[in-house]
């Protein structure tokens, strides 16, 4: 699914115009992403969680000549999807 098909799905069902529903949209993820730029977690329920975690520098070795190098430390981004999530695709239907 696009961020297009997001906004007309919205528009479709909530009935708003397309300009109002990609507003929406925008503003969605634009709050999710500065919270994430925070390191905060970002939970949504019956959806599942987004979180920042910090990957530690360590050694690696380059796969093409064999050389030692080191991985900088960084910032990864996850997703634990909730159990109910979980259910909707592995059962079609939602697990209390």
């Known amino acids: 699914m696009t961020k297009a098909e997001l906004v007309d799905i919205i528009y479709e069902r909530v009935g708003s115009s397309k300009r ?3 507003e929406i949209v925008e503003e969605v ?3 999710i992403r500065d919270s994430l730029s925070r390191g905060e977690k970002v939970k949504i329920s019956g959806f599942g969680s987004f979180m920042v975690n910090h990957k530690r520098a360590r ?3 380059n796969p093409q000549t ?3 190098i ?3 430390s960084r910032r990864v981004l996850t997703f634990k999807p909730s159990q109910v999530l979980k259910g909707i695709v592995n059962d079609g239907k939602a697990r209390s």
């Open 66 to 68: 064999g050389e030692s």
């Open 29 to 31: 993820f634009a709050i």
């Open 59 to 61: 050694r690696g070795r």
């Open 70 to 72: 080191t991985i900088e």
């Open 20 to 22: 109002e529903a990609g």
